[in-house]
């Protein structure tokens, strides 16, 4: 199979609460679903109980989240979320929802997925969905700053593309 190279690797960010500002990392590990721990935590908002977005609420992207440790395929490590004001508090703090509704001036659980693999927050596991047991993904960890991607190494993880 002939390799096509589609591009160079800038920078490799994670965003560990869906719409707030993430982190930029020197190596991610990604699944077929997706980087590992990205979007793992997101806001339901009390209102419509819909997953917030930065598109309706734009003061998300003034506040900072961002991993204690290394996420793995068994486990998260801690959020720490930094307000637009600079205090610091965990995501699965009991009054973190409270903090983050007070900021942003309207009510919001912070809620996570249960799973550590790439699934996110606020969606549905494919498993309580279809009733089967979804197949393990793939692991790929991915250091290539500065080096070219190729098409080949980029199909193993997220499928053909166009």
Known sequence: ??????????????????SMQGEQLEDLHITSRGVVGDRAWALRDLENRRIASAKKFVGL???HARY???????????VKIT?????????DDANASEAVSEALGHGFHLEHSPSPTGERAGNVPPSSASGSTPR???RVRISTLGEVADMFRLRS?????H
């Open 83 to 91: 307000l637009p004001d600079g205090r610091e508090i965990h995501a």
């Open 61 to 63: 992207l003034k506040f």
């Open 68 to 78: 204690e440790g290394t996420p793995d395929g068994g486990s998260l490590p801690p």
């Open 136 to 138: 393990r993904a793939s």
């Open 1 to 18: 199979m002939h390799r096509r190279k589609v591009g160079t690797v800038k920078a490799l960010w994670r965003f560990p609460v869906k």
């Open 157 to 161: 993880v997220f499928g053909r593309y």
